[in-house]
């Protein structure tokens, strides 16, 4: 696996807050699935847990011309992309102060102010799709990168390859985020993929393609960085494998019988990005242990907060049922 | 025995074409596989190839000719030891007369002899040019391209081949291969590329070579296009075309003869057009691509080289959503779109001969229907007879007769009839295909039903 993660980011601010938005993401899917075990948050619901680096660690490397996309698993991309946590978990709860004012839910959500495009909820839907983000950036003659998200499950559909094949043919900006966390619902990648180095599923397209070790968020910025440069250039399209790992089941519903308790543990102990970056941020003397409960703490009270904003927020109006069909 | 060389078919829905040009004269020698000749088809022109080998021993059309027939002689070959006078076969030598027979049946390229009723909002004494629906959808895709450069047109062979059926001639080399676009042979991957280009704002005009092949694209169509808008709470949409040939061709089979007007119009957040005359085919495609919203418009192949007066204005846009009454009357009235509406037609024509007076009302747009047009109709004339190429069960003249049946039960004086397809995958043998779709006798025969007549 090749590591990017040998140096330390010059910007103390800058590591802080790599830190800060991962814990966010942490402290937000952890009230989500407590909601969910309310009754609050109905339907599906895919927490992100364990996931964090990845997502945090690209969306540094990005500028306001560029877009994002995603599958179902969708909360820390919203959050990494800027979007509010009131707004966000307000959806989650199906309530008028909800993102979509409650008519997308958890899979399902947009910010046209933050160029996120969705929260897709069929899987690999979203290839395609960000693909003509992309094509979109490269028709305006602008310098936009979209970045398309999907997991090792989605990387094995067809409509993928449709879209690696037409990005590289017409060099569109787009890097391909595949985040490998080993599981397609409850399918290890060995019982469902051939190829299970996805950075190399785009080697017939003459896709360039890097494995990252998406638990590092340090590595994942720098790959990142890198991949995004590299679109922006107008080289065409590249592909980030971010090996990463969830925590959590597939879904709320989802008792993850697939896997051992000592395998999730291990991951957690060993791997985890969180303490691990904030390990690091101690030794470097970036900041404090008191520093890192500090953040915790206004984190908490965001996320509180959010839960608060989502759970008295109220229901759509039942006009709501009609609009936004058409304009 | 000379060898009678005759007018190829040389698409599905060829009936007739152009001897363009021979390139072989009298008394040459042909190999087979050596080039007799140019043929135009409505799509293209083409290399004809000799089949026998022989001697030219007469050319019976001349270059040049329109109009000819399939399987009318063209040429005579003679065998060795054969000589010129046995070219002396029965068909008489052709002049380049067109054949302008108008055709009777409804297949026929050509359209039933009729005058569409004017719009009535059309400007009084406008223009009004002979133009084939192909030319017309051609027009209104390049008018808007001019005007809006967001607008752009992408499917498969619409650029360098100029479109499979030829819908796309011109516009490559007008707006360059930026904004008319190949794509390779994947409906999925390039309709979800548009749907994320149409969420950043551009236009795109989606062609599909045939709406069968959009199956392979269904998802992108119904899960992101027409979605999105409700999803995000109205933050983002899917401004857009998705086009092509819908509903049978010609000897073409069950997996390229189907129509899917009602699996379309079932579905909220698209707006699903299917007109039948060239000057709706303008206008509402002009209306579609500047339409903010997800548009599926279904045109009919066969229907391409038919020609109807257009209006000659800077501008032509038609309101999308209103049904047109094609013809008056006050005995029945016949519900339809696409090209059931030309058997609607050529019925009516025959009912006004045994004293039935028809309404006919094209539809245009099957989503949201001008239910409006049908139900003032009906309570008109107190009969409904629905007229279309789609499957029976839960097509949209079901959708029409339930809501015609439910508000203005009063008015009716015999149940709401349907004329559709038949049940059944499309045949390709020629007399089961022809039994598997609706004919002028059905249309006859139904509102004949409805009326108490026999």
């Not at chain 1, 991949?227 to 250039?233: D, F, H, L, Q």
Request: hydrophobic letters at 40%; glycine letters at 8%.
């Amino acid at each position: 696996m090749k590591s990017f993660a040998n140096g330390a980011l010059s910007n103390s601010e800058a590591q802080k807050k790599l830190y800060y938005d991962m814990l966010l993401i942490r402290r937000f899917e952890e009230r989500s699935g407590q909601l969910y075990g309310m009754g609050l948050i109905g339907g599906f619901c895919h927490l992100y847990i364990g996931q964090e680096a990845v997502v945090v660690g690209m969306q540094a490397n990005v500028t306001a011309n560029d877009q994002i996309i995603t599958a179902y698993r969708d909360h820390g991309h919203m959050l990494a992309a800027g979007m509010e946590s009131r707004g966000v978990m307000a959806e989650l709860t199906g309530r008028e102060g909800g993102y979509s004012r409650g008519k997308g839910g958890s899979m399902h959500m947009f910010s046209a102010e933050k160029k996120f495009y969705g929260g897709h909820g069929i899987v690999g839907a979203q290839v395609p799709l960000g693909t003509g983000l992309a094509f979109a950036n490269k028709y305006r003659g602008n310098d936009g990168v979209t970045l398309t998200y999907f997991g090792d499950g989605a990387a094995n559909q067809g409509q993928v390859y449709e879209s690696f094949n037409m990005a590289q043919l017409w060099k569109l900006p787009v890097v391909y985020v595949i985040e490998n966390n080993q599981y397609a619902m409850g399918t290890s990648i060995n019982r469902a993929s051939a190829q299970s180095d996805f950075s190399k599923r785009g080697a017939s397209f003459a896709i360039p393609g890097v494995q990252v070790d998406g638990m590092d968020v340090e590595a994942v910025q720098k790959a990142g960085a890198e991949a995004v440069a590299y679109c922006r250039k107008g080289n065409g399209p590249m592909i980030l494998e971010m090996k990463t790992y969830r925590y959590r089941g597939h879904s709320m519903s989802d008792p993850a019988k697939y896997r051992t308790r000592e395998e999730v543990d291990d991951v957690r102990e060993k791997r985890d990005p969180i303490d691990h970056f904030g390990s690091k941020l101690v030794q470097r003397g970036v900041c404090s242990e008191e520093d890192l409960k500090a953040m915790d703490t206004d984190i908490r009270a965001i996320v509180t907060d959010a839960a608060e904003f989502a759970t008295t927020s109220p229901e759509p109006d039942m006009a709501e049922l009609y609009t936004d069909i058409l304009a | 025995m000379p060898t009678q060389i005759l007018m190829p078919a040389l698409s599905p829905t060829m009936e007739e074409g152009k001897l363009a040009k021979w390139l072989v004269k009298e008394g040459d020698i042909v190999k087979s596989g050596q080039v007799l000749a140019e043929i135009e088809t409505d799509k293209a022109t083409m290399e004809f190839e000799a089949v026998d080998e022989g001697r030219i021993g007469k050319l019976l059309v001349a270059a040049g000719s329109e109009n000819v027939k399939v399987n009318e002689p063209i040429a005579v070959l003679l065998a060795d030891g054969e000589d010129a006078s046995a070219a002396n076969v029965k068909a008489a030598p052709k002049a380049a007369a067109p054949v302008a027979t108008p055709a009777a049946s409804s297949s026929a390229p050509a359209a039933p002899v009729f005058e569409a009723a004017a719009d009535p909002d059309l400007p009084a004494g406008t223009e009004m040019v002979m133009t084939t629906v192909r030319e017309a959808l051609r027009d209104a895709m390049a008018e808007e391209m001019r005007r809006d450069g967001d607008v752009f047109l992408m499917g498969e062979e619409v650029a360098q081949y100029q479109g499979a059926y030829k819908i796309s001639q011109g516009l490559l080399d007008e707006f360059g291969d930026k904004r008319v676009i190949d794509t390779p042979i994947t409906e999925h991957g390039f309709a979800g590329l548009a749907v994320g280009a149409a969420f950043d704002g551009l236009k795109p005009i989606v062609e599909f070579m045939t709406w069968n092949f959009a199956m392979q694209a269904m998802d992108q169509i119904v899960n992101s296009a027409a979605k999105t808008r409700y999803m995000s709470g109205g933050q983002m949409a899917a401004p857009m075309v998705f086009r092509g040939p819908n509903g049978a061709a010609a000897r073409v089979g069950a997996q390229h003869s189907q129509d899917y007007s009602a699996w379309y119009a079932s579905i909220p957040g698209v707006k699903v057009i299917a007109p039948y005359f060239a000057a709706d085919a303008k206008g509402l495609l002009k209306a579609a691509i500047r339409d903010p919203n997800p548009i599926i418009f279904l045109e009919n192949e066969i229907c391409y080289g038919r020609s109807f007066p257009v209006p000659k204005l800077d501008d032509f846009v038609l309101p999308i959503g209103k049904a047109r009454i094609v013809r008056q009357g006050k005995d029945v009235t016949m519900v339809s779109y696409s090209i059931a509406v030309g058997m609607a037609i050529e019925a009516a024509e025959r009912l006004a001969a045994e004293g039935i007076d028809a309404e006919i009302i094209d539809l245009r747009t099957l989503r949201p229907l001008d239910m409006d047009t049908v139900l003032a109709s009906v309570k008109k004339t107190n009969r409904l007879v629905t007229v279309e190429q789609c499957w029976p069960v839960c097509s949209v003249g079901t959708e029409i007769c339930q809501r015609v049946a439910l508000e203005a039960f009063d008015y009716l004086d015999a149940p709401p009839t349907k004329v559709t397809g038949k049940d059944v995958p499309m045949p390709y043998a020629a007399n089961l295909e022809k039994a598997a779709l609706p004919t002028v006798d059905e249309v006859v025969a139904a509102v004949k039903a409805v009326c108490y007549r026999d």
